[in-house]
């Protein structure tokens, strides 16, 4: 499987094979260094981790460095680990650049990264609620969440509510994977992906690109 970190630079538009507009994403996928490798010997489980963009001197701490120094690099301020079944799957050795080039392969890939924060939203907002008529007999109610009814009391777990339900509270800032996007083109030179649809995240926002599992 291909892993890399890396950030969303933006959307636009290309023409696929047919001539007709495609939106996509572009992303800067690596290089990305192999800061640590686990086995089942020194950590109980399989893993190598990756680190990408460096972190500024002013900001680097005395554990950064020393652990980014095991492996002849410098800090990171992105580092993600992705898990192997066995040793025998780990294909790469500390201090190991990681490129661009291990998608050349790859048709699709799933894209991990954090949604845009919305901050306190309501039910309209964060559910999609229709919320009351604009007509006769509506006073100031038009975006309530209307009735809580019987998920007002767990019975036989406390006065709260029910878990799972849907009313105002913190929207958006989650991890969000999106999957099954077609690889469009791949700039070396750049280290640029760019891939077909949207993926969630602002512009410069972190971003895990692996291969696709489903397809």
Known sequence: MAML???KVGMTQVYDEQGKICSVTVI????????????????????????????????????????????????????????????????????DEIKIESFKEVATVDVIGTSKGKGFAGGMKRHGFGGFPAS??????????????SFASDAGHGGNLKKGKRMA?????????????KILSIDEENNL????????GPAGGYVIVKTAKTK
């Open 5 to 7: 970190l890396g950030k």
């Open 169 to 181: 509270g913190h929207m958006g800032s989650a991890r969000v994977t999106t999957k099954n996007h």
């Open 136 to 149: 006769h007999g509506c006073e100031r109610k038009h975006r309530a969440p209307g009735s809580i009814s």
């Open 28 to 95: 800067q996928a690596g290089p990305c260094v192999v800061t640590q490798v686990k086995t089942q010997e020194t950590d109980g489980y399989s893993a190598v981790q990756l680190g990408y963009k460096d972190v500024k001197p002013s900001r680097q701490k005395k554990p950064a460095i020393g652990h980014a120094k095991k492996a002849n690099t410098t800090p990171k301020s992105f580092i993600r680990e992705y898990r192997l079944a066995s040793d025998d799957q780990v294909d790469v050795s500390l201090g």
């Open 193 to 200: 992906l760019v891939v077909k649809g949207a993926i969630a």
